[in-house]
Every structure is written in C-alpha cells, then in structure tokens.
C-alpha cells in the first residue's frame, strides 16, 4: 500500500510538472483581507529592465496577467510600500492570500520556485531573525551617536552575514536546478570572490545557465573577472562637480578607494561616516578616495557631498545606474568599493565599516 501512494505521488508530481513546463504565462490571483485599496501594484525585475503594473482591487480581490522569461523574484505592494510581500513569480497560475495589515505573511502557491524559495528561507532564518535584531538596535545607536555600540553591532552583523554565505552556498550546491539558487548567487556577488562565484555558476544545471537571467549572470561573471583581486583596475574619466575631467589614473602613486554611491542610496549615506573617518586617519598616508556617483540630480548630488562632509575628488556623469564607471566595474548594488594599490592594482573590494580601517592599518602601516 505504501508502495502505491509513493508511485501515486511521483506520478502527481510528473503530471504538475508537465503542466508548469506547458504553462507560457502567468496568472496572479489575490484575496487579501481587509485590502481598502482601490489598486494594488506588481514589480519584478526582468533581465534589461523593471516591470511595474497596477491592478484594480474590488472586494479585496485583484489579477495580474503576463509573461516571464524565467522564474524571478517579484514584489506585489501597496502605495508608497505601506505593505508588500515578496515572491518568485514563473508562468504558473499564482494565488496570493492573506491580510492587509501583515501582507508580507501572505501565502503564496501555484510557483514551484516560491516552494524552492522558501526552502532556502527557513534554512537561513535563524541568522535572519538575529540580524532584524541587531539592526533595530542599529538604528536606536545611530539616533543617540552611540559610536561604540554602532561599532560592535557592525561587527555582528558582518559575522552573521559571513554564516549567511556559507548556508546560501550549501543551498545552492544542492540545488543546482532552482532558479532561487541563481537568484540568490547574484546576491552573493556584493560579498563573495570571483573563483567561488564562477565554480557555483558551473555548477548550476545548463537549463538554468542558459536562460536569460543565467546569461545575463555569465556576463556579470565576465566583468567580475576583469575586477578579481589581483587584476589592473579599469581606467575611467568622469567630470567632478566643477565640471573638471578627472581620471582614475591622476591618483597613480597612491592607495585609491574608488567608492561607488548616490544621494539617494540610504545605505551609502549610512557608510559615508564610516569612509570620512578612513579618509582622515589615511589622508596623510599615501591614501585618498576617488567617489563615484551614481545621481543623476546634479543639485542633489553636490548637497549630499556638503552634508557627509565629502572632502575629496568626487566624479559623477549623472546618468544613474547607467554611470559609465559603474558599468565597466560591474557593479549592480551600492554602496561598493575597490581598493587601487600605488601600481593601479585592485587589492581589496567592498569594504565597509571596521573591514575598511583593517584594511587600510594592513597596507598604510
């Protein structure tokens, strides 16, 4: 009898299977409780560009139509974000159920790479719920300047981020098929070397590889490899605020941070602190920063340089994401960094916090 429900249930799993292979579109069906709304939004972002729609809501109930290439990460959300839930959207047909006032709890069903996906997060989120923690008791140091408690929850976190990679490789290892593991190795580029990155991608299944999202992950590997520790740093000119050409090369000679932000970035803003005291301790030492910003508001840009008290080269374009600089560098989240040795050599990457003074104390001592 055993033996019968177990073939009975690899053989409902086939047949589910075939029918997300046949699937070409997706469906979205919500019904949220309590929803008072009278639209309700989608966004996910696709391979060249993000996608935002908007659906009517009546008695709580909406409907999102469309096509993805592959499984992504979505988001449906409310106006101004007042409450959202996040999920891995594939052509399926999708249920979304749950109540206003905790949408992010909402349950989703219908997405096998959702099931994947949350897989993965109950196997992290034990260090997630001790990282929410520290970063409510983050933001209670931040108000009352509380340096040395600021100090020691960075540190925290940055271990409790290391255990984050490791248990985000072991997900994907054994889980070479899922499109949540080629999700997730895209998040690993921030933090994770180029060698560890590039055995991960070959080790994912070549379906996934393949894909528009797999490709488009294989180019980024492309330009990691030419900004691998140990690789010449990539020589750029942009304008500073007085409209001055400056190169990357001007600073050869010197240990450079080429630190890549915005104005409108919350998490540079917050690391800003954090570089302007490097900068004064090293500044004397054969050591300067070259920022790079990714605005395109010229005014905000050189308002936010005055208020973090910004005091050395800073370069910009303006065109955004689409910052020249920021292209050839790879760089697709920020705040992000590369430290230029004196031969024009990067020697280090993404370093924030107490990372940084480590690093600088190592070669400036």
């Not at 990282?131 to 040395?148: I, P, V, W």
């Not at 900004?227 to 605020?241: L, S, W, Y």
Request: proline share 3%; glycine share 6%.
């Amino acid at each position: 009898m055993k033996k019968s429900i177990i073939l009975l249930s690899f053989a409902l799993m086939a047949l589910y299977s075939c029918k997300q292979a046949a699937k070409n579109s997706f469906t979205i069906n919500g019904n949220v409780q309590g929803l008072k709304d009278s639209l309700i939004y989608f966004q996910y972002r696709g391979v060249d560009s993000t996608h935002v729609d908007s659906s009517a809501v009546k008695d709580g109930k909406f409907t999102f139509n469309g096509q993805v290439p592959n499984p992504e990460m979505a988001m449906i959300f409310l106006k101004n974000y007042a409450g959202y839930v996040q999920f891995f959207l594939e052509n399926a047909d999708i249920h979304i159920t749950g109540k206003a006032d905790s949408l992010n709890d909402a349950k989703i069903t219908g997405s096998q790479s959702q099931d994947e996906y949350e897989v993965y997060t109950a196997s992290v989120k034990n260090i997630t719920d001790q990282e929410k923690g520290l970063y409510t008791q983050y933001d209670s140091a931040r108000k009352t300047n509380d340096t040395a408690t600021i100090a020691m929850v960075e540190n925290q976190i940055d271990a409790l981020d290391s255990q984050m990679n490791k248990q985000t490789i072991v997900f994907i290892s054994h889980h070479p098929k899922s499109f949540v593991s080629l999700s997730q190795l895209q998040q690993l580029t921030y933090s994770t070397p180029y060698a560890e990155l590039e055995k991960l991608y070959a080790g994912l299944d070549t379906a996934v590889q393949n894909s528009a999202t797999g490709k488009k992950m294989a180019k980024q590997l492309a330009i990691m490899a030419k900004t691998a520790i140990g690789q010449p740093a990539i020589a750029f000119t942009q304008n500073d605020v007085n409209g001055k050409p400056i190169s990357l090369s001007d600073f050869k000679g010197k240990y450079v941070l080429v630190d890549f932000w915005a104005s409108w970035c919350g998490p540079c803003r917050a690391e800003n602190p954090n570089v302007v005291k490097a900068y004064n301790q090293y500044k004397n030492k054969n050591f300067t920063v070259l920022g790079v910003s990714l605005d395109e508001d010229s005014t905000a840009w050189t308002k936010a340089i005055v208020h973090d008290h910004l005091t050395w080269t800073e370069v910009s374009d303006l065109k955004g994401w689409k910052n020249a600089a920021a292209q050839e560098y790879g760089v697709n989240a920020i705040p992000a960094n590369y430290l230029v040795d004196p031969n024009g050599t990067i020697i280090a990457h993404n370093l924030r916090g107490a990372a940084l003074d480590k690093k600088l104390a190592e070669v400036l001592q």
